[in-house]
């Protein structure tokens, strides 16, 4: 997955990541590069549950205070499936 704020805005993050991890019974590995503070790192390890808003909750949690190059172009931590659920 490409890191957020790098490249263009785009209304939703691809989701591919999710299903793919949710079918394989694998884990989500949360990892990150904070260019303010100049650290990357890895959070949060998690096996999808199915319940996609629960699962991207946690992914909102950790990565809202994460910021990228560019802060602008920071895409919300939201997929398209979360909208069509709602």
């Known amino acids: 997955m490409p890191p957020s704020g790098t490249r263009s805005r785009a209304a939703h993050w691809k989701s591919g990541f999710y299903h793919i991890a949710r079918v394989a019974r ?7 590069l904070d260019y303010e503070r100049k650290v990357g790192g890895i ?3 998690f096996v999808p549950t199915g319940d996609i ?7 909102r949690v950790f990565y809202r205070d994460i910021r990228g190059k560019y802060p602008r172009q920071r895409d919300p931590i939201r997929l398209s499936e979360e909208d069509a659920a709602a």
Not at 53 to 59: F, I, N, T, V, Y
């Open 26 to 32: 694998v884990p989500i590995v949360c990892a990150f």
């Open 53 to 59: 808003g629960a699962d991207m909750e946690r992914l």
């Open 43 to 45: 959070g949060p390890v």
